[in-house]
């Protein structure tokens, strides 16, 4: 399914992230940035030591990454050339900023994708994992993100949502949908 915000087509399909042949991939990463389990594990194995390594050096240096910010490696054995690694809010009922704080990660992704040139980009259903973020708000949050930067920036081109099941690509069709009523 496909949609189109000025110049850039947002996709949204059932696959594996770590498949994807954008140039870049999102991570939902944790903030001390050395791995974890979900997309997170699947990423680090897929794409081998190289983006661990690179993330232990980022951590060397701004030890981690805050929730909602994010930071860049590359993708190692993976087809993508990047991987942003950025830090979705845990799920604390709602009162705690989750939702701002989730809208910061899909928006500084997409910056640091801008600043680093990058034209296609994939995201992972940040936080609805582990994380716990109810997925009808998370949806309604990331979709919204995508398409207020993309209303308002060239670059990326191409965003694509990249679910891992059906049920959680129907929650994003319909929030888009909703979105564009
Ligand atoms: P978080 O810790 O931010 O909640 P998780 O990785 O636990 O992140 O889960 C986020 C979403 O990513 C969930 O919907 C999960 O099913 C999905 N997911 C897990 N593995 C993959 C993968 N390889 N590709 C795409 N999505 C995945």
Redesign the pocket.
Known sequence: MEFWVNNTRILLKRD???KQDTEAIVN?ANSSLLGG????G?IHRAGGPKILEECKQIRARQGGCPTGEAVITTGGNLPARYVIHTV?PVWHGGRHGEADLLRNAYKNSLLLAKEKGIRSISF????????RFPIEQAAGIAVASVQEFAAQNIIPTEIRF????DE?LLVYRLAWEKALQ
């Open positions: 594996d992230i770590t939902a389990g979900g997309v997170d699947a979705g992972p259903s940040i936080s609805t994992g582990a994380y990249v679910l891992f099941s959680v």
